[in-house]
């Protein structure tokens, strides 16, 4: 797997709902500690081919490994080798701050131990150490997803998926979310994102972009630009889109 560092290699992955190619034969590798943005309108196939990669739909057809593992014979390998964050929230409103990380942690199969260890450093980064015995579901939504980024990372996953994670939350907010990006990359953690903010994706290594099922580009975000002759990534998506 090690081999040229690629921790993410897809060749010719499709997702066929009867005649629909809601996945269309996409090709894409990612490397280790890479931020790799997947962009595209509601619709494009982004959260079908995140779900494939993730083990958690079948292929209809192609290639695809994942922290080493296969996406059709070994789903299981690959959701303890990673990390997900799910578009609609993921934690559970009714269990507080410290419950959310306990229950998440006895999931991951972390020790009492390292759970409790755990607990003490990702509540005091967040600086969440007066609401750590609140109800998650009394949280602003801005404290809920860099909470919910945190539990992802909690078994120390080779790849993290992020779905949509900084969806409706103020700009100040999303911006400590990508420090807090930043900072799984730099630890070597491979950052998968999928967001339709066309401004976060000048914050990836590399960006995917789907139209329709296809991946229609795929580069940095400033040869994706020069590519296009566009100011930012918004302008390189509207020329996409409208073919």
Same mark, same amino acid.
């Given at each position: 797997? $090690?081999?040229?560092?690629?921790?993410i290699?897809? #060749?010719?992955?499709?997702?066929?709902?009867?005649?629909?190619?809601?996945?269309?034969?996409?090709?894409?590798?990612? #490397?280790?500690?890479?931020? =790799?943005?997947?962009?595209?309108?509601?619709?494009?196939?982004?959260?079908?081919?995140?779900?494939?990669?993730?083990?958690? %739909?079948?292929p209809? %057809?192609?290639?695809?490994?994942?922290?080493?593992?296969?996406? =059709?014979?070994?789903? $299981?390998? &690959?959701?303890?080798?990673?990390?997900?964050?799910?578009?609609?929230?993921? +934690?559970?409103?009714?269990?507080?701050?410290?419950?959310?990380?306990? =229950?998440?942690?006895?999931?991951?199969?972390?020790?009492?131990?390292?759970?409790?260890?755990? %607990?003490?450093?990702?509540?005091? #980064?967040?600086?969440?150490?007066?609401?750590?015995?609140t109800?998650?579901?009394?949280?602003?939504?801005?404290?809920?997803?860099?909470?919910?980024?945190?539990?992802?990372?909690?078994?120390?996953?080779?790849?993290?998926?992020?779905?949509?994670?900084?969806?409706?939350?103020?700009? &100040?907010?999303?911006?400590?979310?990508? #420090?807090?990006?930043?900072?799984?990359?730099?630890?070597? &953690?491979?950052? =998968?994102?999928?967001?339709?903010?066309m401004?976060?994706?000048?914050?990836?290594?590399?960006?995917?972009?789907?139209?329709n099922?296809?991946? $229609?580009? +795929?580069?940095?975000p400033?040869?994706?630009?020069?590519?296009?002759?566009?100011?930012?990534?918004?302008?390189?998506?509207?020329?996409?889109?409208?073919?």
């Amino acid at each position: 797997m $090690e081999k040229n560092n690629k921790v993410i290699q897809v #060749e010719g992955l499709t997702k066929l709902f009867g005649d629909f190619a809601a996945v269309n034969a996409i090709t894409f590798d990612v #490397e280790k500690g890479e931020i =790799f943005g997947f962009l595209g309108a509601n619709g494009a196939g982004k959260t079908t081919a995140m779900k494939m990669l993730i083990g958690i %739909s079948n292929p209809t %057809s192609g290639k695809a490994k994942v922290a080493g593992f296969d996406v =059709f014979t070994q789903a $299981e390998d &690959i959701k303890k080798n990673i990390g997900y964050m799910s578009q609609k929230f993921a +934690l559970y409103d009714d269990l507080t701050v410290r419950e959310n990380i306990t =229950f998440f942690g006895g999931i991951y199969g972390l020790s009492r131990k390292r759970i409790k260890e755990k %607990s003490t450093v990702l509540i005091n #980064e967040l600086g969440l150490e007066k609401v750590a015995n609140t109800l998650v579901g009394a949280l602003p939504l801005g404290w809920k997803q860099k909470l919910s980024f945190s539990v992802s990372l909690l078994h120390d996953p080779k790849i993290v998926f992020l779905d949509e994670p900084t969806g409706g939350v103020d700009p &100040i907010t999303r911006r400590q979310f990508w #420090e807090m990006i930043y900072k799984a990359a730099n630890q070597g &953690i491979t950052v =998968f994102v999928t967001t339709h903010y066309m401004d976060e994706a000048e914050y990836c290594d590399r960006v995917s972009i789907m139209v329709n099922g296809k991946i $229609e580009a +795929l580069d940095t975000p400033k040869k994706l630009k020069e590519q296009f002759n566009a100011k930012n990534m918004n302008d390189v998506f509207l020329k996409l889109a409208r073919g």
